[in-house]
């Protein structure tokens, strides 16, 4: 439970700032929401992969994997 408040504040954060930077403008919360949550997916599954030592041809099960942990949220 803690991990999914913690995963949603995250993109929370990345989404505010991506609209920020982009000069806030309206109607748009939905793109900023996604753009957030792809970079934090990016995020989780490239540090998953170092940890996992950089396997090759293995990218595809880490970026499943860390869509996976977003999508509990």
Same mark, same amino acid.
């Given at each position: 439970m803690q991990k999914n408040k913690a995963i949603a504040e995250r993109l929370r954060q990345t989404a505010y700032f991506f609209w920020e930077q982009d000069g806030r403008?309206?109607? #748009? %919360?939905?793109?900023?929401w996604l #753009? %957030?949550?792809?970079a934090l997916q990016r995020e989780l599954a490239y540090d998953r992969w170092l940890a996992d030592g950089a396997p090759l041809g293995r990218s595809e099960k880490f970026w499943h994997d860390a869509g996976s942990v977003l999508d509990e949220d």
């Open positions: 403008p309206d109607g #748009r %919360a939905n793109e900023y #753009r %957030a949550k792809q």
